[in-house]
T-cell receptor
């Protein structure tokens, strides 16, 4: 969706390396999310944040870390503790905490192991 | 916990045939959303259903929410090659969107 920028589009990680995926939005949305998608599967929630300086673990947070220092930015770090990082990573935003609001997605980052 | 099962996992149709995907929940849902993800792309919001028995249409797409709010369906009439992709039903759980497994639709011209 326009207004959500994920970078890079493709990323390669070496063994033992931490890598950071960027997600920036100019939609002024309060909530931001990180999902992981494996081939042929649905999306699984890694972390989410509903307000600046606050975030919660999703279903598969182990091996990942996030920060939310600014409303516009929600970077995801894939640490060396994540032993199977190869996947398609999607960032999403949502206006407010109203459960009925739809989510808007970025174009994603494909992460692979070298 | 609350679970949503989406079927079928894959559906291959001839162009012009109809297509339906179903989502079934073990518990009552407050609402359900449908998204479409084109191959290599990201999910795009299609519609949200909130009311019991609700039916909404978008051109050739018809969305239904069951009377008990435990199931939902997406029906596409006369599929076209542009309909190719994976269709997800999603429900909201405490501010988080929980995705169904998705139905991958392929259309043969």
């Amino acid at each position: 969706d326009g207004g959500i920028t994920q970078s890079p589009k493709y990323l390669f990680r070496k063994e033992g390396q931490n890598v950071t995926l960027s997600c920036e939005q100019n939609l002024n949305h309060d909530a931001m999310y990180w999902y992981r998608q494996d081939p042929g599967q649905g999306l699984r929630l890694i972390y989410y944040s509903q307000i600046v300086n606050d975030f919660q673990k999703g279903d598969i947070a182990e091996g990942y870390s996030v920060s939310r220092e600014k409303k516009e930015s929600f970077p995801l770090t894939v640490t060396s503790a994540q032993k199977n990082p190869t996947a398609f990573y999607l960032c999403a935003t949502k206006w407010g905490v109203d459960r009925n609001q739809p989510q808007h997605f970025g174009d994603g980052t494909r992460l692979s192991i070298l | 916990g609350q679970q949503v099962m989406q079927i079928p996992q894959y559906q291959h149709v001839q162009e012009g045939e109809d297509f339906t995907t179903y989502c079934n929940s073990s518990t009552t849902l407050s609402n359900i959303q449908w998204y479409k993800q084109r191959p290599g792309g990201h999910p795009v919001f299609l519609i949200q259903l909130v009311k019991s028995g609700e039916v909404k249409k978008q051109k050739r797409l018809t969305f239904q929410f069951g009377e008990a709010k435990k199931n939902s369906s997406l029906h596409i009439t006369a599929t076209q090659t542009t309909d190719v992709g994976t269709y997800f039903c999603i429900y909201n759980q405490g501010g988080k969107l929980i995705f169904g497994q998705g139905t991958e639709l392929s259309v043969k011209p």
